[in-house]
């Protein structure tokens, strides 16, 4: 099993940046393909990006495309979401997610943080 645990969020203006990590525990990162979600109030959970074990493939959602950024560091069992240009639109509860398999479904994914609050103001 592997635990994890997401920081980094916050309030921010609209434009602004944050950068959310996502520690694990447990058994290493490099087992796992690595996914953010994110999930608004009355909505359901959503695919944000994933990232393969070694870090050579990673896709995103079209909502953030050319402004999030989704790494991994390996040797620090963490991944990150580098967040530009935020958008009130991406007010959110964040998200990461362990699994198997690069996929954009919330239900291929094991493992899961508790969250971290994200909040873009206008």
């Known amino acids: 099993q592997v635990q994890l645990v997401e920081s980094g969020g916050g309030l921010v203006q609209a434009g602004g940046s944050l950068r959310l990590s996502c520690a694990a525990s447990?058994?290493?990162?490099?087992?796992?393909?690595m996914g953010w979600f994110r999930q608004a109030p009355g909505k359901e959970r959503e695919f944000v990006a994933v990232i393969s074990r070694y870090g050579l493939n990673s896709n995103l959602a079209d909502s953030v495309k050319g402004r999030f950024t989704i790494s991994r560091d390996n040797s620090k069992n963490t991944v990150y979401l580098q967040m530009n240009s935020l958008k009130p639109e991406d007010t959110a509860v964040y998200y990461c997610?362990?699994?198997?398999?690069?996929?954009?479904?919330?239900?291929?994914?094991?493992?899961w943080g508790q969250g971290t609050q994200v909040t873009v103001s206008s």
């Open positions: 447990g058994r290493t990162l490099i087992n796992y393909v």
């Open positions: 997610a362990a699994g198997n398999t690069v996929h954009t479904a919330p239900r291929n994914y094991d493992y």
